[in-house]
């Protein structure tokens, strides 16, 4: 089904979306959203670890590799890739703060 050969369901989507956008209730003000603080507890105790243990990971598996096949190759593109999205991010919050 193509929406270009029904016309009528191009003006009832265009309905929809403009009840949407044009809700009463829908507004900032109405203080829908709000703050939430950090949870640290139960499982998300563990959440700033995940990230180290990726990258030890991948490291590890690069070293013990090599790069003489696909795995090992895979796991130093993505270690190479990992640290420099990291010195990027870094760089940008520097500059943008």
């Not at 563990?46 to 796991?75: H, I, M």
Request: proline fraction near 2%; glycine fraction near 12%.
């Amino acid at each position: 089904m193509n929406l270009a050969d029904k016309p009528s369901s191009i003006l009832t989507l265009i309905a929809i979306i403009a009840g949407a956008l044009l809700a009463k209730d829908a507004r900032a003000d109405n203080f829908v959203d709000h703050g939430v603080s950090k949870d640290r507890g139960g499982i998300y105790q563990a959440q700033d670890a995940v990230p180290v243990v990726l990258a030890l990971l991948t490291a590890g598996s690069a070293l013990w590799e090599g790069t003489e096949n696909r795995l090992g190759k895979t796991c130093w593109e993505g270690g190479e890739s990992g640290a420099a999205s990291l010195i990027l991010s870094e760089g940008l919050q520097l500059i943008t703060r």
